[in-house]
């Protein structure tokens, strides 16, 4: 599965929009772009995935280059709740469930929304 | 319930014990996959099960740890003769048909004294 790269940590202020990147840019054709994200003690919780066109739902939206080679996950309204750690992943989709990639977490990205 | 249920919640056993934590996927999930997570660390993979497949066991840390899952229901995890390095949260997911992501536990969370 390529690798992605994210920044370590930001920022984002409490109503904001907060845009988050990842690049990914050895990704193959065959790969989707997953978002997850992690709240304290807590197990991770899905948000967003795609290919390569937008993609919105009720808690994100997902963008990703024509190349396809980044992405950035955009939470419309931050709220205190969003305080998480997010983590971007590409994993490899084949025709048979065998051929399926495993999800590979890196370090993601520390996201702290402020009042 | 509707989600992944991981037990026990919490294990704290002495070194050199060994130690089973199981997981019960989402109904008709295929695939179902192991993490450790050490404190203020990410998710480190150890092990993928798909289906009937030969599971993907390349993140086993050491022959210490093994996992089973008996078709596609119930997973456990076992590590032998418990180190203190071992202690972690272990966190078990699933997922079903491709369009469909992980669904994660809450986790075990494994202290070795």
């Known amino acids: 599965d390529a690798k992605t790269t994210q920044p370590p940590s930001m920022d984002c202020a409490e109503g904001r929009a907060a845009n988050l990147p990842c690049n990914h840019s050895t990704i193959s054709g065959n790969e989707y772009v997953y978002w997850y994200r992690q709240i304290h003690s807590q197990g991770p919780q899905y948000i967003i995935h795609?290919?390569?066109n937008n993609e919105t739902n009720e808690m994100a939206s997902l963008i990703i280059t024509e190349d396809r080679k980044s992405s950035t996950l955009i939470l419309p309204h931050a709220t205190l709740r969003d305080t998480a750690v997010y983590y971007c992943i590409v994993r490899f989709w084949g025709m048979t469930t065998d051929s399926w990639g495993k999800f590979q977490f890196g370090a993601g990205t520390q996201v702290v929304v402020t009042p | 319930g509707a989600g992944v249920s991981q037990s026990p919640s919490n294990k704290v056993t002495e070194k050199g014990k060994d130690v089973e934590l199981r997981c019960d996927p989402i109904s008709g999930h295929t695939a179902l996959y192991w993490y450790r997570q050490r404190l203020g660390q990410g998710l480190e993979f150890l092990i993928y099960?798909?289906?009937?497949?030969?599971?993907?066991k390349s993140g086993l840390p050491s022959d210490r740890f093994s996992a089973e899952r008996t078709g596609e229901s119930v997973s456990t995890l076992t590590i032998q003769r418990t180190q203190q390095e071992d202690s972690a949260v272990y966190l078990c997911?699933?997922?079903?048909?491709?369009?469909?992501?992980?669904?994660f536990g809450d986790g075990t969370r494994l202290s070795i004294l």
């Open positions: 099960f798909q289906g009937n497949s030969a599971p993907d």
């Open positions: 795609g290919l390569k």
């Open positions: 997911a699933s997922s079903g048909q491709p369009n469909q992501p992980q669904h």
